[in-house]
């Protein structure tokens, strides 16, 4: 056997470890979930934030194969999810769609304009003190991100019934699909309904 070592084992961090011995012991276990089929068996999805503060499995109670959940930054309406969202429903069944935000967002803590500097002037990540964002260091940043709309907001339940609605409104999106609006309380785990939210979610006529 060569003693030569892989570069690429140089460079693997203690995470990118832990993440494929986890995955050695998920496969042991693994079951038949091979048995499951593409679309979800409960026929709904979710949109929801990526903080890893969320587990919908365990807040909506779902399991593999249950559900279609879709996460971005905030769990915002934008054209993506709208995309994914649509594939959901016409080629994949799901018959009911949740929009859950939640309290302490990180989406609310900046602007567009905010971020659109911070990475005009670096890339590395940023800091935030009792002055605000910064950068730790200044050099490589992109004006790329004047592209980009972040999609960042103030009122929590404002963007709640802001991207239902505009769910609701967008002409891929059927009528008879009910979307409801909820807010995730990371302080209790419960769910607290958008009523707003859920009348503009309505089905239509």
Do not use: M
């Given at each position: 056997m060569s003693n030569v070592i892989d570069p690429l084992q140089k460079i693997k961090s203690k995470v990118h470890q832990q993440v494929l011995l986890a995955n050695q012991e998920y496969v042991k276990h693994f079951g038949d979930?091979?048995?499951l089929t593409i679309p979800?068996?409960?026929q709904f999805a979710i949109l929801t934030c990526m903080d890893?503060?969320?587990?919908?499995?365990?807040?909506?109670?779902?399991a593999e194969g249950d559900a279609h959940v879709i996460r971005n930054a905030g769990g915002r309406a934008s054209d993506d999810a709208i995309r994914s969202l649509v594939i959901s429903h016409k080629l994949l069944g799901t018959k009911e769609w949740f929009v859950i935000?939640?309290?302490d967002c990180g989406m609310a803590l900046f602007t567009d304009d905010i971020i659109r500097g911070l990475l005009s002037k670096s890339l590395k990540t940023a800091a935030i003190d009792e002055n605000g964002?910064?950068?730790?260091?200044?050099?490589?940043?992109?004006?790329?991100?004047?592209?980009?709309?972040?999609?960042?907001?103030?009122?929590?339940?404002?963007?709640v019934t802001e991207d239902v609605?505009?769910?609701?409104?967008?002409?891929?999106?059927?009528?008879?699909i009910p979307i409801y609006g909820y807010v995730y309380d990371v302080a209790s785990g419960k769910l607290i309904e958008v009523a707003d939210a859920t009348h503009a979610g309505e089905v239509l006529n």
């Open positions: 979930k091979s048995e979800p068996a409960r890893a503060r969320l587990d919908p499995a365990k807040y909506a109670g779902l935000h939640h309290t964002w910064h950068n730790t260091e200044e050099s490589g940043g992109s004006d790329e991100a004047n592209q980009i709309a972040f999609l960042t907001f103030k009122n929590l339940e404002a963007s609605k505009r769910i609701r409104q967008h002409p891929l999106v059927a009528k008879n």
